[in-house]
């Protein structure tokens, strides 16, 4: 199983990072402008097929030396407290505390009661929460942000603070650089020539995601992602061999299931949507494996032989 994957993955630079990032902030802020100017038109997210709402990725973004991974989190609901939004609560908390890196967004013009109630939502003790502070743009006095960046420090203890303005891209890869360090080394989660267009190789790994999620449900946590490692096709058919990417050992078992049944329905459902999609016959081989550093890949791939 590693020969397969190993052999077939991209070289990667050492040192490369990659992971989870999440935004949020209150309503108006600025979430889906930053997001969408970060990820750009061409990488955001294509599969028009419902998903594991918690768990959908909105873009990838890759750069020389690191990928990242723009997840939704919904539920953020501060306004209604019913029963429902606290079971919601709960899991935007257990979701904040499985990304790598969360970007809590307010406005350049201060802080207000709403960005407080989401700010209680994030654990007190985390050490991966950037603070953007929007729309600059507004403030026509940039010492105003100094006094505004030692409050926002006294309230909760961000590990760095980057003024932005979303919609005139400024100051955009200062936060991409702070995100940046928050993420562990690893190889990128998804090939970054799948994210440039909607290509078949992206929406297959998606729809393989989709599989995966829909049928392990609550019981697999959050990091899960799909390598398409071998992509053959002819007019008539295409052979697909891809990777499902766990976190931990233990995860495998789960995905795999009794004898292999969960793995071979993910794969079942995954390859009739694809051939649908592609509109001819799939063969798809789906394998799984343990999310690794970097440095662990190298040595898997030494002792298979491939420097
Ligand atoms: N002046 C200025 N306006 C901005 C900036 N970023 C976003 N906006 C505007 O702020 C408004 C809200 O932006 P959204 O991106 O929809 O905010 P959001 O936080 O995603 O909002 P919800 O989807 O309601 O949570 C829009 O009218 C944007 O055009 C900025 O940097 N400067």
Redesign the pocket.
């Known amino acids: 199983m590693l020969a397969a994957s190993g052999s077939l993955r991209p070289a990667v630079a050492e040192g490369f990072r990659c992971g989870y990032v999440a935004v949020v902030?209150r309503?108006?802020?600025?979430?889906?402008?930053?997001i969408n100017h970060i990820i750009g038109e061409k990488v955001s997210i294509t599969s028009k097929k419902p998903q594991t709402t918690r768990n959908r990725v909105l873009g990838v973004v890759t750069k020389p030396m690191a990928q990242f991974v723009f997840v939704d989190t919904p539920g953020f609901q501060t306004k209604v407290k019913t029963q429902l939004t606290r079971r919601m609560n709960r899991s935007v908390r257990s979701t904040l505390a499985e990304v790598d890196a969360v970007v809590f967004?307010i406005e350049a013009l201060g802080w207000r009661p709403g960005d407080l109630e989401v700010l209680s939502l994030l654990p007190r003790d985390a050490k991966n929460v950037i603070l953007a502070v929007?729309?600059?743009?507004?403030s026509k006095n940039r010492d105003a942000l100094l006094p505004l960046m030692a409050e926002s420090m006294s309230r909760y203890p961000f590990t760095a603070i980057v003024p932005?303005?979303?919609?005139?891209n400024r100051q955009l890869d200062d936060l991409l650089a702070e995100i940046e360090k928050l993420l562990p080394e690893s190889v990128p989660y998804f090939d970054p020539d799948l994210f440039t267009d909607k290509s078949p190789r992206f929406l297959a790994a998606e729809t393989i995601r989709e599989k995966a999620f829909r049928l392990l449900g609550d019981e697999l946590p959050y990091g899960i992602a799909v390598t398409i490692d071998k992509w053959a096709e002819t007019d008539e058919e295409a052979t697909i061999i891809a990777t499902l990417i766990v976190e931990r050992e233990s995860h495998k078992p789960i995905v795999i299931g009794e004898g292999g049944a969960k793995l071979r329905e993910i794969s079942r459902l995954a390859r009739a949507d694809i051939a649908e999609m592609l509109g001819k016959r799939v063969y798809l081989e789906v394998w799984v494996r343990v999310r690794r550093g970097w440095s662990d890949d190298v040595k898997a791939l030494k002792t298979l032989g491939y420097d």
Not at 27 to 34: E, I
Not at 134 to 138: A, G, R, S, V
Not at 164 to 168: H, L
Request: charged share 25%; aromatic share 0%; no cysteine.
């Open positions: 902030g309503p108006n802020v600025g979430k889906s402008t930053l967004v929007n729309k600059t743009d507004l932005v303005s979303a919609e005139k």
